[in-house]
């Protein structure tokens, strides 16, 4: 979708605002620590859209209860469950900020994050950043590791490693970016959306600054390095279009990479 430049939200002298997009789908247990690391921020110029994937649990009256106390924080409820990529790109509709970025409803986010980030991209002008995260676990236990970003990645670089751009990390400016949409595919659609922003010959800049910490479930696709294998090796081939030997090529890059990370871990 093009962004019509006049619709984005800065007043004259004000900072920027930020649109949040906060997927969620039965996430009670997590939701409310991550819209109280949003209202904690000391960036106080967004909006977080969280839009929720056909709940069976409670998510909704929690964030029904956050809407009361904060009117920054928009609902939007889907009829039917559709996934995260529809999801993303119903709350990317919707966004009015200058900037965009990405939490998901399990995960959280450096009172500091949005600051350093916006300063960040307006002091070097940069179209697309993202940071330094942590790990923890489904308890919300730090495990101790840090993702650090690189300082610049390009499309050959990204598809050389797939997992280089953490998705609660990143920030876009939707003034300078045009048709932000994710891929409607079950898994690996943020990877599959950088790739496109990035085929433009676009870069991604790394900030060196741990400000997120996301949150390892067991038997999730990310903490399944088989099943992160076959989606990856999914997006090369079935939306980048790769032929079989350029696939296999990125794919053995990744490989080899991961089996030594699971090796020295």
């Not at 969280?50 to 609902?75: A, E, F, G, M």
Request: net charge positive.
């Amino acid at each position: 979708m093009k962004i019509n430049k006049k619709e984005i939200y800065m007043e004259k002298n004000q900072e920027p605002l930020v649109s949040i997009i906060t997927p969620t789908y039965n996430s009670d247990r997590f939701i409310e620590r991550t819209i109280k690391s949003v209202r904690d921020q000391t960036y106080q110029n967004w909006e977080m859209i969280i839009i929720d994937d056909y709940s069976k649990d409670q998510t909704v009256n929690q964030v029904k209860n956050y809407q009361n106390k904060d009117k920054r924080i928009k609902l939007i409820e889907l009829n039917q469950n559709s996934g995260a990529a529809v999801a993303r790109n119903t709350g990317i509709n919707e966004a009015k900020g200058k900037f965009l970025a990405f939490l998901d409803s399990d995960d959280l986010w450096d009172s500091t994050k949005l600051t350093e980030q916006v300063q960040f991209m307006l002091d070097n002008d940069y179209k697309f950043s993202f940071s330094d995260y942590s790990i923890m676990d489904k308890e919300g236990n730090l495990l101790n590791k840090v993702i650090p970003a690189k300082k610049q990645i390009g499309y050959h670089s990204l598809l050389r490693h797939p997992g280089a751009i953490g998705c609660l990390t990143v920030m876009l400016d939707r003034e300078r970016i045009d048709n932000i949409v994710m891929p409607n595919i079950k898994t690996r659609q943020d990877f599959a959306l950088w790739l496109k922003i990035l085929k433009r010959g676009i870069n991604a800049y790394g900030l060196n600054k741990n400000l997120a910490t996301y949150r390892k479930v067991p038997g999730s696709i990310s903490s399944n390095k088989v099943k992160a294998a076959k989606k990856n090796w999914y997006v090369y081939r079935k939306i980048e279009n790769l032929n079989i030997i350029k696939s296999g090529w990125y794919f053995s890059n990744y490989a080899i990479r991961a089996l030594i990370r699971t090796i020295f871990s």
